[in-house]
């Protein structure tokens, strides 16, 4: 049985137990895939579930279980969605326990066109794992002097429009005054933005916090490979505090002193 029918059974025998209010997974439609919150009264929606491209979802869901304080949903979760999942959980953004999470495995080409290190989910319910690769960008830039890193960052940055894609996609994203529309540190009116501000801020804002989605690159429109800068930041935060974000609900996160509120 291919994939596609497989998640279909899955996502049915999950509604059928009557556990979850809807599954939100993706649907074709005749501008892409898109979020769609799939329930018991229409089984015939399954017939266009769809697979790929990725789609952030998770925050789809968080504003779903917002939306709606009472209920429980089920999600289609890749790896990097789990892990999302995760870290937005210990940042008070979601609460798992009204998750029913069913774990898809992402295939070689789908890892391949992520450049992930860890493309599936803690439990896998469809798909068969696969490895994680290396992303040769991150080891082009590592192969560079501290000069021509700065030239490399500079080439792409000077490339950005400001459009906020990476940011609004985000599910680490979250703060409900972003400090990027401050005037102060992000000056309105100027493009691309003052190297490096803009993109160093944000990154430091999600440090111990990315897990990889990539899918602030895929939302990029000027192609910068914000991959890499977050890859690293990832490397650092394992080196220096053995933290892995979204690696497990247990872990407490290293630059967080206490439990922050909603929208922190």
Not at 31 to 56: C, D, I, M, S
Not at 89 to 106: P, S, Y
Not at 177 to 190: K, Q
Request: aromatic share 6%; with cysteine; glycine share 8%.
């Amino acid at each position: 049985m291919d994939r596609l029918s497989m998640l279909r059974d899955a996502i049915r025998d999950l509604l059928e137990q009557g556990q979850v209010a809807g599954v939100l997974a993706l649907r074709t439609s005749e501008r892409g895939p898109a979020p769609f919150l799939f329930g018991p009264g229409t089984p015939e929606h399954l017939l266009e579930l769809a697979l790929w491209p990725k789609y952030p979802i998770p925050k789809t869901m968080d504003l779903l279980l917002e939306a709606d304080p009472g209920v429980r949903l089920g999600m289609v979760t890749r790896g990097c969605e789990e892990r999302g999942l995760i870290e937005m959980a210990k940042h008070n953004q979601v609460d798992l326990d009204r998750i029913t999470m069913i774990g898809l495995a992402c295939t070689a080409e789908e890892r391949d066109e992520c450049r992930c290190a860890w493309p599936y989910p803690s439990q896998i319910h469809v798909g068969q794992q696969v490895e994680g690769i290396a992303d040769a960008l991150v080891a082009e830039h590592e192969g560079l002097d501290l000069a021509g890193r700065t030239e490399f960052w500079r080439r792409h940055f000077d490339r950005c429009i400001k459009c906020y894609g990476c940011r609004t996609v985000c599910p680490q994203c979250f703060c409900e005054t972003c400090i990027l529309e401050d005037d102060l540190w992000v000056e309105a009116g100027i493009l691309a933005p003052p190297f490096p501000s803009y993109h160093l801020i944000r990154a430091y804002h999600t440090i111990a916090k990315c897990v990889g989605c990539m899918e602030c690159e895929r939302a990029c429109p000027a192609d910068i490979p914000l991959t890499v800068l977050y890859t690293l930041l990832r490397r650092d935060a394992e080196e220096m505090f053995g933290y892995v974000p979204g690696r497990s609900v247990d872990d407490p996160p290293p630059l967080v002193v206490d439990t922050l509120p909603r929208g922190v």
